[in-house]
């Protein structure tokens, strides 16, 4: 998600368990693994959200958490062209990243019940275009602002 945020970044996330957080387009979501299948429990979930994320592990694990852009939603064509990104003929721009990075030009619609998601690195980034697009069970929240390092203390989606 480089240039947005960094490896050793933390962000806060506002999880939709029980909000309805109605995604838009822009907006950086945190989400499960696609090829895990997730069966936590309501307990479960509420400890581990207790808990800073892989703190003390550095050892990625199949629930590990991603996180990305959302860039289309169910039933919308994606299109990468040049670089350039286009939902259902609408080009999509983002403030401070970088453009024409995508070198592979392809067409993507998204499935019922799922959202297509991209990096911001997009020349070095597993995303969508990798793994498909994510179904809305494996999403965790929205990121809303990046927490540590505390100097660079931020909203993420403006």
Do not use: C
């Amino acid at each position: 998600m480089e240039p947005t945020l960094n490896i050793n970044d933390r962000v806060l996330v506002i999880k939709d368990k029980f909000l309805n957080l109605n995604y838009k387009i822009g907006d950086v979501i945190v989400f499960y693994n696609p090829d895990y299948v997730y069966q936590k429990s309501t307990f479960e979930e509420f400890y581990d959200s207790l808990q800073i994320w892989n703190f003390n592990n550095q050892q990625l694990t199949i629930d590990t958490a991603f996180i990305k852009r959302v860039i289309g939603f169910e039933g919308d064509e994606i299109k990468i062209k040049d670089g350039d990104i286009y939902n259902n003929g609408t080009l999509i721009k983002f403030a401070n990243i970088p453009v024409n990075e995508t070198k592979v030009d392809a067409t993507y619609i998204v499935p019922s019940n799922s959202i297509f998601v991209l990096g911001d690195n997009r020349s070095n980034s597993i995303d969508s275009r990798i793994y498909g697009s994510v179904n809305i069970n494996q999403i965790i929240g929205r990121a809303e602002y990046k927490i540590f390092p505390i100097n660079e203390i931020s909203n993420i989606n403006d």
